[in-house]
């Protein structure tokens, strides 16, 4: 979890980030683009947030002690498998 200025305070499980406003936690979404264009994925239906919606291809919350290029790149492993150097990504703030 994030103060106003963005620093770390500290954690809290997945559905309590979602259940509190107030908490912010900091995501990416990484967007994938191909010669035919960009990859969604369908959410799943059981999905606490915006459930059967379609979405970036790998998402996900930045871990605590994590930066976000670093969570790119672990989510582009986790959810298609594609391993890359975070110097190899472009960042959009």
Known sequence: MLDA???E????PR?????DPSLIHPSVHVVVVTADGCLWQL??????SAPGHWD????GHV???????GAAV?????EIG???EAGALSQID
């Open 5 to 7: 200025e963005g620093r």
């Open 9 to 12: 305070i500290g954690s809290a």
């Open 15 to 19: 559905a309590v980030c979602h259940a």
């Open 43 to 48: 959410r799943g239906y059981g999905k606490d």
């Open 56 to 59: 970036h291809a790998c998402s």
């Open 63 to 69: 871990s605590l002690g994590e930066d976000a290029l």
């Open 74 to 78: 672990r989510e582009l492993a986790e």
């Open 82 to 84: 594609v391993v890359v």
